[in-house]
């Protein structure tokens, strides 16, 4: 079981990596005026989506799952866990709709909202962290 929690949190790493990173390429992405940049960015954010993100989020929920089934864990700061990582799903699921946005030209939002958008992560992280380890109520 320690194996499968090791992965967990890599898997979770992993993930959180692609959430940071991927709306700050959307900052620089709608700061550029370049049609080659723009192109690149579409291949970059796509690549990192697809290639990155999603089978992160997909392990650290099957890792997390099996992990829960495993041990048997229950109690408030649980449910507030499963809350907070439902916004992170959700978030990452917007990313998703955000890169589509990108890649057929019809982003209408400035730098400075996914300046705002791309700090919105780290809250939950934080709070996930704090519940797994601190386990408050």
């Not at 499968?4 to 993930?15: C, G, N």
């Not at 940071?20 to 550029?32: E, G, N």
């Not at 699921?93 to 705002?116: I, M, P, Q």
């Amino acid at each position: 079981m320690l194996w499968v929690k090791a992965l967990h949190i890599i898997f979770m790493v992993t993930w959180m990596a692609g959430i940071f990173y991927l709306p700050r390429l959307f900052v620089y992405h709608s700061m550029t005026e370049n049609q080659a940049s723009k192109d690149r960015f579409k291949i970059m954010e796509r690549k990192l989506y697809l290639g990155i993100m999603m089978p992160g989020m997909i392990l650290t929920l099957v890792s997390g799952l099996y992990l829960w089934l495993g041990y048997g864990f229950s109690g408030g700061w649980l449910h507030a866990k499963l809350t907070l990582v439902s916004l992170l799903i959700a978030y990452h699921f917007w990313c998703g709709a955000t890169v589509k946005l990108f890649l057929s030209d019809n982003n209408e939002r400035s730098h400075k909202f996914y300046r705002v958008v791309n700090e919105l992560p780290v809250l939950l992280l934080f709070a996930i962290v704090i519940l797994v380890v601190v386990k408050p109520f």
